[in-house]
């Protein structure tokens, strides 16, 4: 299994200004993901992060709002620009570890970002 | 996009069964997983199941009908610690689609 962490737990923000989630696993893995969740609701997926090639993001979700970067097999960060309340949730990496079982992936302790 | 259906409350008490049902109307997914999330926790994957039929893994069971578009969790010997949201996901290639969740409320 994998052991992720991220960085803030949480943080509240002024609107219009932006803030960087950081996503560290403890092991080397291909394919990390991020997702937003808020209060309550479901896991909606925001993109896909590869190691060494563009983000792959869902519809509705664009890379000049949600700008990502994954530098190695261990680390990606996630931006929220310019923010609104609207943006408030928690927002969630996780990582396939097993490319036998892509089913199953390990999701990290989340960020709650409130935006005021 | 996928379109997963679960019920938004269950409510039992310690000891019992509870089923979650979960109904999708998608087609060509590889497999429905099955996670848990307690409040304020992370998401961790419970079951999955890539073909027709019953899996079990201790006191939970997942059980998927791909003719019948339907899927459920089965929760045995309910405990306390078990009070937390459940999601049923469908997996396309590497990438997860989640229902809403199902909160489930464990009474002593």
């Known amino acids: 299994s994998a052991v992720i962490s991220q960085k803030p737990s949480r943080d509240i923000c002024q609107r219009g200004t932006s803030l960087t989630i950081q996503c560290q696993v403890d092991?080397?893995?291909?394919?990390m993901f991020w997702y937003r969740q808020q209060p309550g609701q479901s896991l909606t997926l925001i993109a896909t992060?590869?190691?060494?090639?563009?983000?792959?993001?869902e519809s509705g979700f664009v890379i000049d709002k949600f700008p990502i970067s994954r530098p190695n097999l261990t680390f990606s960060t996630l931006t929220v620009s310019n923010m609104s309340p609207e943006d408030s949730s928690i927002y969630l990496c996780s990582v396939e570890w097993d490319r036998g079982r892509p089913q199953e992936q390990f999701f990290g302790p989340g960020t709650r970002l409130t935006v005021l | 996009g996928q379109s997963l259906e679960q019920p938004s409350e269950v409510t039992a008490v310690e000891g019992a069964i509870v089923q979650i049902n979960c109904t999708y109307q998608t087609s060509g997914f590889y497999g429905l997983s099955w996670y848990q999330q307690h409040d304020g926790g992370a998401p961790t994957f419970l079951s999955y199941?890539?073909?027709?039929g019953l899996e079990e893994t201790g006191r939970f069971s997942s059980f998927l009908s791909r003719s019948d578009s339907y899927g459920y969790l089965l929760l045995q010997e309910l405990q306390m610690k078990d009070s937390a949201s459940y999601f049923c996901a469908v997996s396309f290639d590497y990438k997860l689609s989640f229902g809403a969740g199902t909160t489930v409320t464990v009474r002593a």
């Open positions: 092991s080397q893995v291909t394919m």
């Open positions: 199941n890539a073909l027709d």
């Open positions: 992060a590869n190691q060494g090639s563009e983000a792959t993001y």
